[in-house]
């Protein structure tokens, strides 16, 4: 809760664009990400960093105004799809910034992000979270069909909890709502060359003792 009253406090010193706020510590951020490929002594040391290179980012965009009034207007200005919104807030060739926003009753299914890394910290609300990875006998498959998929996480995420994907390892993953609305800042880089996305549908329930579940793979262009 330290750092919720931090930001709380955080009077932006000048007006800037989300661009702007991040200069000068924007490739120390893609630093942080791209070291979450066995860069970090432990998973300990790397939570730690993440999380406050993520609360440090969200307070440096407070300088933006576009930024503060999507966090002032609890992110209700944010657009909307049926199912959830996002929004782009910085974008160049290391990666990107974004926020995404959850809504209770419309869960985001499992999906990957091929070639990318990435790092999301809950802003605000609550969200159950799937993480999973791709067993290596299908990585190199580019089409639809029925897959398997190691476990790696699945727990509830607070305010200020981080979660991560590799290119590999936990790259896909789902969330689901679990208060009103749920919204994360997002950072992802790539890494190797982005292939076409897809979509993950469990054949069946997932059980704690399981390991693996099948998916129905489907390439997102079909969705
Ligand atoms: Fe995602």
Redesign the pocket.
Known sequence: MLAQAEIMEFKAPVEMTASESLRGVWDDFINSVSFIDGGYRNKEEMISVLNHNMVLMHKLLLSSGMYRGLVNSSFSKMMRTKYWGSRTIHEDKLGKVGL?SIYQGTP?PL???PGTR?V?MVLDGEAELERYSLIEKYQDSQSSGLVELESCERRQLKPFDVTW?EETEGNI???EAKTDQCVLL?IQMPVQPVSSRSWYFPTCTFSEEQETVYARRIMSRYL
């Open positions: 995404l985001v999906h990957d992000h990435g999301l994907f993953h789902g969330f997002k």
